[in-house]
Each structure stands twice: as C-alpha cells, then as structure tokens.
C-alpha cells in the first residue's frame, strides 16, 4: 500500500512540474491540473480504503473536481472567442 502512496505523490509531482514547464497554453495546464486532481484522487481513495472503506467523501470530492474541470473549459472555450488562441502573451489583463 505505501508503494501506491508513492506513485500518487509522484504523480502529483509530474503534474506540478508540467504545470510550471507548460504556462503558455490554457489547455496544458488544465490537463495538468486535472491530472493533479486525479492523483490527489487517487491517493485519497487508497488512503480510505485503507481504513473502514467510507467512500463518500471521495464522492464529494470527485463531483467537485469534475464541476473544476467544466468551469476551466468554460473559461478556454470564452478565451478561444474572444482572442482566437489559448496563449497567455495575447490575454492582456490591463486592456
């Protein structure tokens, strides 16, 4: 079970670096970001089952992490629209 532990925080790990390594576009750091979420989720489930197997919160979890995940397309499906791309360079705040 501490082997599964380990797989997830390293997961954890490679979705935060590629987070970092692919600011430019919107699409690759909320792919990353989902992946963060499934490691987080992944780890969660391994560390409840470990226990007296409630699974409810992980339920609640997974529901807001899928409502994240809408709210994030939304938000590039907006920006594709609006500015054509998904770049950060062409999203200027102060404008």
């Known amino acids: 079970m501490l082997m599964y532990m380990y797989m997830g925080i390293l997961m954890f790990f490679c979705g935060l670096i590629m987070f970092s390594l692919k600011r430019k576009h919107l699409l690759l750091m909320l ?3 989902e992946f963060m979420v499934l490691s987080l989720y992944f780890m969660m489930f391994i560390y409840l089952s470990s226990l007296v197997n409630d699974y409810f919160f992980s339920m609640i979890f997974l529901t807001f992490s899928v409502c994240e995940g809408a709210l994030g397309l939304s938000i590039l499906v ?5 500015h054509g791309n998904d770049y950060f360079q062409s999203f200027n705040l102060l404008w």
């Not at 907006?78 to 609006?82: D, L």
């Open 31 to 33: 792919l990353s970001m």
């Open 78 to 82: 907006s920006m594709i629209r609006t």
